[in-house]
């Protein structure tokens, strides 16, 4: 029981990681809007554009994507097909989920070190935007923080549905969560 209760309470951070990261998924959300309406609103009205629009909402996008992706996952937002594996017995849907997850954080552990990879990149290099002329760099360490994020959160999914595999009733419980 006390592996339950420790997956409980690691859970509770994750999960207080990924609230932080929706909320700058938020702000982003709301950035680009507010930009793009008044953009579009100067440039109809007074024919003066915002100068470097389009490049600061391809960075709040990019910002906004990534933000998000551990909120859902937590959220258990992403598509899932459950139709089969519901019809399974339960050691073995846990079983299977667990190897899903765990496959899952193999591909996010790899666009993770590839967010460093480029992360590093940009700071070797001190890339600036093209119009603006700012530094791309906090955007790079946002992806980077918040894939990471990410990460947890799918292991988190793929620990809890291995735990699964030795308690019914956390299984269970497990299964509640993607329903």
């Not at 959300?29 to 109809?44: F, K, N, P, S």
């Amino acid at each position: 029981m006390k592996t339950i209760e420790k997956m409980k309470t690691i859970e509770k951070y994750v999960k207080g990681a990924t609230v932080a990261s929706s909320v700058l998924s938020f702000i982003s959300a709301l950035g680009m809007m507010l930009l793009i309406t008044a953009d579009v609103v100067l440039r109809a009205l007074f024919n003066r554009p915002i100068l470097g629009s389009v490049e600061i909402v391809q960075y709040m996008l990019m910002a906004f994507v990534f933000a998000s992706l551990s909120y859902t996952q937590v959220r258990k937002g992403h598509i899932r097909v459950t139709i089969i594996p519901n019809m399974l017995p339960w050691r073995f849907r846990s079983a299977l989920n667990a190897l899903n997850e765990l496959a899952c954080v193999l591909g996010a552990v790899y666009f993770t070190y590839a967010a460093y990879l480029q992360m590093q990149h940009v700071q070797s290099r001190g890339i600036l935007t093209n119009v603006l002329r700012f530094s791309t760099l906090p955007f790079f360490v946002l992806a980077l923080i918040t894939l990471a994020i990410f990460v947890l959160a799918i292991l988190l999914d793929a620990v809890r549905n291995i735990v699964g595999i030795f308690n019914r009733e956390y299984a269970e419980e497990v299964k509640e969560d993607y329903s």
